[in-house]
Structures are given as C-alpha cells and as structure tokens.
C-alpha cells in the first residue's frame, strides 16, 4: 500500500465517521476504523477532516477577454486551486469567431497540456451556432466535452440569440449533453450601458447599475421557458439574486430539470464594493454584478435547502494594475471577472458551516459530490470510496486563517477576500494519490494534472 491517513474523521455529502483511509495506486483502496495492512508512508491526520477533493466547474484559465488575457494560467491557476483544496476543474474553451468547437477544444488542451498540476476538463462556450457547429455538440461529447455554456449577454461578444441558444439546447439533449447559461439580457444591458456612456458616468459602479437583477431573472425565466420547449436540462451559472433564484425554484417544483449554482463572491461581497475610492470598485467587476446584501440570507438558504446545487468561483482574475486599469475611464471597459479559486473551500466552511448556514456534509455535497454527479466525473471524483481516485484533502477545522493576497498563490495582484479571518485550513492535499501540497509546501507538478473524459449528463 502507498500510503495511509490515519485518526481522522472522514466526511461525505451523506456521513460523517472516524476512520484511516489507504491509497494504492492512485485510488482508495480502504476506509476502515483502524487500517493497520503496513503502508509506505503514513500521514496522521488526528483533529482532521477527510474531504474528498474540492471540484470548481467553473473557472476562466488563460482566457482572453476584454482586451487582455485573465492573469492565471494552467500551471498557476492549477496550483492555487490545489493549495485551496480543490483537486479537479473544469474550464471554459471558448469558441473564437469562424472557429469550430473542436478546435476550441484543441486551443484549450494546449494551453492545459504540460501546465495543469490537477486534474481538470472542458466546456466548450459555444458564441456561433451554425448548423456545422450544432452537429459538432455530438463530437465533442464523444471526446468527453458533455457540457456547453451559451451567454445571453456580452453583446458582439460572447452573446447569442434565443434562436441559437434554443437549437443548442435541443441538439445537447440528444446527445445527452448538459447546456450552461449565462443569464442577463444583453440587449437591454448594452442600451443601459450606452446611456450611462453618453451621460459621461464612468466609476466602476455604473457596471452594477446597468446590470440590473431584473436583466438576470428575465434571461433566466426566459431560458427556462426555452429548455422546457426543448424539453432539456438547463444548468444557470453564477447565480446572484433573488429574482432569478424565484424562477429556479418555481421551474424545479414544476419538476423541469433546471439546474444552478452560485459563487463564493454573491455569498460574501456585495454591491457597495464599487464605491471603494480610487477606482478600487473595479477589483469587483464581473458578470453579474455584486447585488445589494439582502441576497446573501437567501443565496444560503438555497444552498442549505437543495435549490442551489453547487458553489464555484468563476475564477476569472485580472490584475488591478494594468488589467483592470483598461477601463480607469470607463467602466464598460474594464475586463469582467475576479479572483477566487484559492480561498473557496475555507470561506465556504467558516462562512457556511462555522456561521451554522450550511451542515458540514452539505459543504461536501456543495463543492465535491454534486459538481462530480452533474458533470459526469463521478463516480471516479467527488467522494471519498473505495475504488474512487485518490483526490482527498485533509483539513483543519480548528486553523484560524486571515485571507490576504500576499501569501495567496493566484497569480493576481489583489484578492477581493482581503483581510476576511475565520477558521479551518487545508492542511494537506492529495491528487491521484501523490501529496501534492504539503503544509506550506506545494510538491505537485505541472503537467501531472490528466485530461478527464467525462460522462454524458444523466439526471
Ligand atoms: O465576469 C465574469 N463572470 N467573467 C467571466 C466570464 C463569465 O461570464 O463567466
Ligand atoms: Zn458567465
Ligand atoms: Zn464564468
């Protein structure tokens, strides 16, 4: 046996036990009371939880946007994620203009290949639908694709229309594929935009102002009323607000399979973050906005009652020198997205299970277990059993810890989590087995990440 983990108290979406866990081989091989085969290395793990690996199904690595190019890459991306307790990611390759999904794909395993220190696997964002592209979908499911995202917002960008987005939604239910939204309506945001413009408002907190809740909860009513047409499942991406959760729920008491998450930054920062002087509001610009705080009690309660079923980050960082700064004179120019995927584990368990939001095994199901069911990487991530790689986190729930970006690893110059203190730390993290963080220590390396192939949606 390669090693042991021992006197700690695992913990799944469902159940919570003292056991000792043994890793053969890059898998679990036994989680018993009192493992005593003898095994090459034994990690003692007394006080500790036993997490399965922490999966983040949304984040922004190497992508181009806005002008720039977000600030981690694999290899970075990867290695904080890792620090932070998640063990597997899945990106976005986003689909250029004239470029087939394939080739996204292709574009994106480059920029993967060599660098990622875990785990990881795509989406591919589709922003052309023609019908060439629409019969890709089933391609890139057989290479273990099984997840699109469409944006209704980003107008000349990123954006498609309902007709697009509806044939995606159909052809990605035949091939049993899962359709991700980004859900604000960017028509009414680009008027909204143009008008701030012409009125000559410029300060970071007129990005919030001209992306209203109600944009949100109108392009998610609305596509939830086109995936009910397609009669296919829908996942909403980084939900925000009230508005759009309503529609979430009245879709699933009706019994449609609509699906959604929200991110670590609509449970913790909130819409004032703008005002912060010296254009300080951009560090928090991303779609959606931050919305008023009125949200964060009911985004929890979502979580902790089943109507949310997922926390990511949508990992997107730019740096506030020389990134962000592209929009000092207007704030529709500054790049969309912010840092988080370091700090999720820890915020959630002190915000969530610490502040008695959430229980401790719903954490679990949050970040690990549901992502892995959702997104076809169960049952090899996800949770901790036997036969199921050996992604696990040892983590101490009694560490205080203060968030700050100097001793962050994201390759970022600021985090929007500055000075936030709780308690609970990642102490030790497994990948396939192998202690690829140690303490302080990172021993991981890049390119031991591997390319998961996953399965079709299933509900
Ligand atoms: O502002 C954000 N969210 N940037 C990343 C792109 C997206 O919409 O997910
Ligand atoms: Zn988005
Ligand atoms: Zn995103």
Redesign the pocket.
Known sequence: MDLKITGGTVVTASETFRADLAVDRGRIVDIGRRITAPADRTIPAKGCYLLPGAIDV?T?LD?P?GGTTSADDFETGTRAAAFGGTTCLID?AIQSKGQSLTAAVETWRRKAEGKACIDYGFHVAVTEATDQVIDELADLVRLGVTSFKV?L??KGALMIDDGSFFKILRRARQVRALTML?AENGDIIDVLVSEARAAKLKEPIYHALTRPEECEAEATARAIRLAEMAQAPLYV??LSCFGALEEVKFARDAGLPILAETCLQYLLLDIERYREPRFGGAKY????PLRHKSNWPVLWDALAGGDLQVVST?H?PFNFKGQKDLGKKDFAAIP???PGIENRLQLIFHEGVNKKRISLNRMVDLLATSPARIFGLAPRKGSLAIGADADVVVFDPKAPFTISARSNHMNVDYTPYEGFKGRGRVVTVLSRGKVIVDGRKFLGLPGAGQFIKRKRFSQ
């Open positions: 949304h922004h992508m946007f976005f944006f917002a980003y980004h991406v980084h610009v991303m779609s959606p949508d997107c969309n997205g912010a």
